[in-house]
């Protein structure tokens, strides 16, 4: 299982993980984050791409189980 | 074991009995490749070699951090990725020949290094003024942690700074400098700041700037640097007059670092032009399996150019290009390139960009808030969307980046007829911007 949170106060919007998982980061109309926080495991390579792309490293993933 | 055998795909796989892997450049790329080797299951020899004496750091926040951050010394900004994986370690020692025949390098201090296979991430410099290309006391560029160092010791009270170049790196110092209240100048070949962008961006920005109280000098060149009787920087000579200055900040762009490469074979132009995979090309066109190039020194294909090759030297790319050589190395399987993306920061503005604007010879702005200072800005060639530009509106990037991946996906951006004859397809990056050595 794959679990994600975010640092929103580390978070500056430079959209990389929004650009790498378009299904689990969006932003809203307000210009905050938002994500899925337990994506499904298809998600699992975008999701790493996206928090290895975030350039303040406010992405943690947790993958746990099988 | 083998020693080494090359994969279905054509690439030296490196075995774990052999030298292994050596990348040349520690910094964000070739930490990024190293990291990727390891996480996709690499165990043999890892050895990085690089230039400055410190552990690795992140470059970005130079320029943006540079009078704010509480200290700044050796140990700022430093990349975590180093404690990632096992590797061995060469700081302060540079890169000074390739035998990519024989596989080896040499070293700035007489060494040789034998290598089963080499990434070469030695990354770029910035250029320097034309017509003083020794930079004479006071005149600096800003790419390492060191030179940041010494901007910010120059800095004292009451001096003057001139920053030469209204790009990125030029205005994100002019934004970072009036905010820690120093007396600040920009001197700019262009009308505007981030003139590749257009009119309606560089106009925001060159209005932040004065808001800022930064005084802009707009379309100067530079002609020359005075000094004063101890033979520091006075000022400097412009088309349009003299411009006082204590300290000067050149900020014109890069040159990809790849003289030490000059006799190795690869393809230089200047960058090291390697194929969608990452290797370096030799004179034949054929691509060296056990030389690959990423990050800023790199000249990739990318299917937003068709035939020709595009340098990117941002952060994203760097980090892309790393970790996708480290794969290929690693497992035979490559990643395909995404698209090109990169951020800067000006004034507390979010300007945030993807695609390739400097394809474009349209632009539309789709939204514009002066009141909350938010741009969007969408660029064309011909109908196909190449690129588009945000401030403070990095949300409505999502949307325009499956647009404009999907246009350029069909290839139709490369067919459209441009009235522009001097459009062509090899393009150069937003942080070396069409702009000549005067800036």
């Known amino acids: ?66 | 074991m083998t020693r080494w055998s090359v994969d279905a795909l054509g690439t030296a796989s490196p075995s774990s009995s052999g030298p292994g892997v050596v990348i040349v450049g520690a910094s964000l790329s070739g930490l990024r490749a190293a990291r990727s080797l390891r996480e996709h299951g690499y165990h043999g020899p890892l050895r990085l070699i690089g230039d400055e004496a410190d552990r690795p750091y992140d470059r970005p926040p130079l320029s943006k951090k540079v009078f704010s951050a509480p200290v700044l010394d050796d140990t700022s900004f430093e990349l975590a990725d180093h404690q990632a994986f096992p590797a061995t370690w060469q700081l302060g020692v540079a890169a000074v020949r390739l035998d990519a025949q024989e596989r080896h390098l040499t070293l700035s201090d007489g060494s040789v290094v034998d290598f089963e296979t080499v990434v070469i991430a030695t990354g770029a410099r910035p250029r320097r003024l034309d017509t003083d290309p020794s930079m004479p006391e006071g005149v600096l560029t800003l790419r390492t942690r060191s030179d940041a160092v010494r901007l910010r010791s120059l800095m004292a009270p009451k001096r003057r700074l001139v920053i030469v170049g209204g790009g990125f790196i030029g205005s994100e110092l002019a934004s970072a400098a009036a905010e820690a209240g120093h007396d600040t100048t920009l001197v700019m070949r262009d009308a505007h700041a981030l003139a590749p962008y257009g009119e309606a961006v560089g106009s925001l920005v060159s209005a932040m700037h004065h808001d800022a109280g930064v005084r802009v000098h707009s379309n100067r060149h530079v002609t020359g640097v005075t000094r004063g009787p101890s033979g520091t920087v006075s000022g400097l000579r412009t088309s349009r007059g003299w411009v006082p200055a204590d300290v000067v900040v050149v900020a014109i762009g890069a040159t990809p670092n790849t003289e030490w490469l000059a006799e190795s074979g690869l393809v230089l132009d200047p960058g090291i032009r390697v194929d969608a995979q990452g290797r370096a090309l030799g004179h034949d066109g054929r691509h060296l399996p056990h030389v690959l190039a990423v990050g800023d020194v790199a000249s990739r294909p990318h299917p937003l150019v068709g035939d020709g090759s595009v340098s990117l030297p941002h952060w994203s790319n760097a980090v892309e290009t790393g970790t996708a050589a480290g794969r290929l190395l690693a497992t035979g399987r490559w990643s395909a390139a995404s698209l090109p993306s990169f951020w800067s920061d000006i004034h507390g503005a979010r300007i945030r960009s993807i695609g390739l604007p400097q394809l474009a010879h349209t632009h539309t702005v789709t939204e514009r808030d002066p009141d909350k200072r938010r741009l969007v800005v969408e660029y064309r060639r011909g109908h196909s969307l190449v690129g588009a530009l945000t401030v403070n509106r990095t949300s409505r990037l999502a949307a325009l980046h499956q647009l404009v991946d999907h246009d350029l996906t069909t290839g139709q951006h490369l067919h459209e007829e441009i009235p522009d004859a001097h459009a062509g397809p090899t393009v150069h990056s937003p942080h070396r911007p069409h702009q000549g050595p005067e800036g």
Do not use: W
């Not at chain 1, 959209?15 to 938002?34: I, K, S």
């Not at chain 1, 998600?43 to 350039?55: I, M």
């Open chain 1, 1 to 66: 299982m794959l679990t994600i949170t975010v640092d929103l106060n580390t978070c500056d919007n430079h959209g990389q993980c929004v650009f790498a998982a378009p299904d689990v980061f969006a932003f809203n109309d307000d210009e905050e984050l938002t994500f899925v926080a337990r994506p499904a495991a298809e998600y699992r390579d975008a999701v790493l791409a996206g928090a290895g792309a975030c350039p303040v490293k406010a992405i943690t993933v947790v993958q746990s189980g099988a």
